[in-house]
Every structure is written in C-alpha cells, then in structure tokens.
C-alpha cells in the first residue's frame, strides 16, 4: 500500500527541540516534491517546509533560521529539524509528498508537536 509514514512528535518546552521523520512506504515513484504542512486548532492548514527533487526550498518565514528539512533518497525519508521552538509551533505535522509517476500527492497521518511555554 502506498503511504507515508510519520514519526517524531511529542511534548517539549519552548526552547527545545525535536525531530519529525516521514517515510514511503510502498511504491511512490519519481517524488519530485517533499514538504512539511503543520495545523493548529482553528487554523489552516499552511506550509513549513518544502524541498523539490532538484534541491530548490522553500520555508515559511516563521521557521527560517529555526527549522531544517532534508531528504534521503535512497532511504525514502523525509526530516524536519526543529529547533528552538515555540508555543506557536504547537500544531499537527503532516508529511506530503507529489509523485510524478502517479500524478497525485500523498500525505502522512499527521503527528501532534506540542510545545509548552
């Protein structure tokens, strides 16, 4: 079956850090785009990070400087590093890929990062 997936949320005080991961599973072919969405209660959901198959990224503003995504091929994985977090980057986390193979996207589960002031 082909999905997404996700790991690495938790609880963590403003400050700390934690490290999301997200891996295919199945057959997903030729992803030409990898990204990080996030939702918090009572809000849209919007991007935080995305990286395409030829390297270029993006970022929300609120992250630059503070967040990292990075990608293994060979290993079909996905990270985001998150680091010096804060109250508002209390949301849920999704995954998403695009494959050009299928002309579709995929998303993960979805994991809750919760960060406490």
């Known amino acids: 079956q082909e999905q997404l997936v996700e790991s690495g949320g938790g609880l963590v005080q403003a400050g700390g850090s934690l490290r999301l991961s997200c891996t295919t599973s199945?057959?997903?072919?030729?992803?030409?785009?990898w990204g990080w969405y996030r939702q918090a209660p009572g809000k849209q959901r919007e991007l935080v990070a995305r990286m395409t198959s030829v390297g270029t990224t993006d970022k929300a503003d609120s992250v630059k400087g503070r967040f990292t995504i990075s990608i293994d091929d060979a290993k079909e994985t996905m990270w985001l590093q998150m680091n010096s977090l804060k109250p508002e980057d209390t949301a849920i986390y999704y995954c998403?890929?695009?494959?050009?193979?299928?002309?579709?996207?995929?998303w993960g589960q979805g994991t809750q990062v919760t960060v406490s002031s």
């Open positions: 998403y890929v695009y494959s050009a193979h299928r002309g579709r996207e995929y």
């Open positions: 199945g057959s997903i072919y030729t992803i030409v785009s």
